[in-house]
């Protein structure tokens, strides 16, 4: 079999371009399920019951819904109820809400993670709730659960793929298009395996960095 | 009410349940400025249940907490309505606690951990609030240990910058539970002299201790728990000398046994 390097050479902006929105999407939609997972978790602890069995509904729920349906009932449900989103929008906001509660359970476990002294020892010193939770709870649990947050952010960044299916024109889709188009599934595919392999890798580095960054607290002198 | 006939902390009646377990039956307490009263008691006779209520870390469901006058933690009585956080907070600044387990934040260093809340409650801008915790550090004697984190601190260390992380705030009335109980034998010492020294000072404490030595040296009223009340309270003399309860003496004499048998061992000659 003839290995066709100039199917890739000769589409190398376009397949860019893909990338870049590969990238755009997946950041954009972690940041979104960062921060409501973040909220979730947050009001789940500390909201009562009023609001805690609400979320527990939506975090069951979401998990149990497929992310290929989600963006389905986002993208082409949505009108129905009044809600026209631009393909990326939809895919973003699809992306953010599927990750938030998977990223809601992972900070769940990090605040448990913190043994309840620390929390009183603020609040005896007049800190209020917030306060407590971002220079108290989070940055020590960080250590605890960011390799959990970075393998879920790797997961999302392969669940990107599925956003061709709402007309996203992200990685796989480019590439699967010049596959069918040139009928070089080989040369296509491998690309497409190597440009998540580059984002994946970034953000494990990245995590990594960061894991020693915020751990080194824990090192004894 | 800075008279100095008004006690800083009185507790009246006061009851707490957890489920069905009445742990606190009524306890009636004052602490007068500058006094030291140190609660003795047998393990789960509620101590902790106590101090902790009397910082509202436990509702105590039953009686009244007032601290300088204003009640702690409840809005009204009957019925019983949570006061705001931020109401909480302002009848709870004027004290400090210090727990068994120190609870340093282990992401901060010393100096980070005594800062914190004078920077983000206080609001101290960053410079001020490190001189000041600089000077607590050195209070506590450990002013050369500003940048350690906690986990590069023995157990005495750390409970003595606890210690000072209360004291930053320039509360008057200190709550200790237990403050020496998790640390080796030869790391007690070094915190009980700073609690001697704050004592000396004037500082108003309420001690949970079963260092007998220190209630004994240090405390004006010595208090004693057993079974959700306070059974017998006063002078260190009359309460280690010349007590006539028989709950008291027996758990006193647990203590003095376990002297005993070390006294016996420094007698055995070799
Ligand atoms: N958070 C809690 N939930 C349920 N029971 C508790 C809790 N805290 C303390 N208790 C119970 O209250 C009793 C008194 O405990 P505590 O105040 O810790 O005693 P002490 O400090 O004198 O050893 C014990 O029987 C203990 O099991
Ligand atoms: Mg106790």
Redesign the pocket.
């Known amino acids: 079999m003839m290995f066709d390097v100039s199917i890739i050479t000769d589409r190398v902006e376009p397949i860019l371009h893909g990338l870049l929105v590969t990238f755009q999407t997946w950041f954009a939609g972690v940041l979104i399920g960062l921060v409501l997972g973040l909220g979730i978790a947050v009001l789940q602890l500390f909201g009562g019951r009023w609001l805690r069995i609400p979320l527990r509904m939506f975090i069951e729920v979401i998990r149990a819904t497929p992310f290929l349906v989600l963006l389905f009932l986002l993208y082409y449900g949505g009108p129905e109820f009044g809600l026209s989103l631009e393909p990326i929008t939809a895919g973003i906001l699809g992306m953010g809400v599927y990750g938030s509660v998977y990223f809601a359970e992972i900070f769940r476990g990090g605040f448990q993670s913190v043994p309840k002294g620390h929390v009183e020892a603020a609040e005896c010193l007049g800190m209020g709730r917030w306060q407590c939770i971002w220079r108290v709870q989070l940055p020590q649990m960080l250590v605890i659960i960011l390799p959990a947050l970075v393998n879920m952010i790797t997961i999302l960044c392969k669940e990107t793929a599925v956003l061709s299916i709402i007309t996203i024109p992200e990685l796989t889709m480019v590439l699967t298009g010049i596959g069918s188009e040139t009928f070089a599934f080989v040369e296509t595919l491998l690309v497409l395996c190597i440009g998540y392999l580059i984002l994946i890798e970034l953000s494990s580095r990245l995590g990594l960095w960061l894991e020693r960054r915020v751990g080194r607290f824990l090192v004894r002198s | 009410m800075n008279d100095v006939t008004t006690p800083i902390l009185t507790l009246r009646n006061v009851g ?1 349940r ?2 069905t ?1 009445q ?2 039956k009524g306890v009636d307490l004052d602490v007068q400025r500058s006094e030291v009263v140190c ?1 003795i ?12 209520s009397m910082a509202f870390l ?1 509702e105590y469901d039953e009686g009244e907490i007032h601290i300088n006058g204003q009640l702690l933690g409840w809005q009204s009585i009957s019925p019983r309505r949570r006061a705001s956080r931020s109401r909480l907070n302002q009848v709870r600044s004027s004290l400090g606690m210090v727990f068994q387990q120190f609870n340093l934040w282990p992401h901060m260093s010393a100096l980070g951990n005594v800062c914190e809340a004078l920077v983000r409650v206080k609001g101290l801008t960053r410079s001020d609030a490190e001189r000041k915790g600089r000077a607590m550090l050195d209070k506590v004697g450990l002013a050369e240990k500003a940048d350690a984190f906690p986990a590069q601190l023995s157990g005495g260390q750390q409970q003595r910058v606890a210690i000072a992380r209360a004291l930053a705030m320039e509360p008057s009335l200190m709550l200790f ?2 403050p020496t109980s998790a640390l080796d034998p030869e790391l007690v010492g070094e915190v009980l002299q700073v609690m001697k020294q704050l004592a000396a000072d004037g500082m108003t404490m309420v001690v ?1 201790t079963h260092e007998m030595g220190f209630a004994a040296q240090v405390a004006d009223t010595v208090a004693f ?1 057993d079974g ?1 009340h306070i059974v017998a309270k006063g002078a260190p003399r009359d309460i280690f000398h010349d007590t006539e309860h028989p709950r008291l003496q027996q758990f006193l004499q647990n203590y003095l046994d376990r002297n005993a048998f070390w006294q016996d061992l420094k007698e055995t000659p070799a």
């Open positions: 707490k957890f489920g377990n742990v606190l609660l008691g047998p393990s789960g006779s509620g101590k902790s249940t106590l101090l902790r436990e539970d237990e949970v728990l959700g």
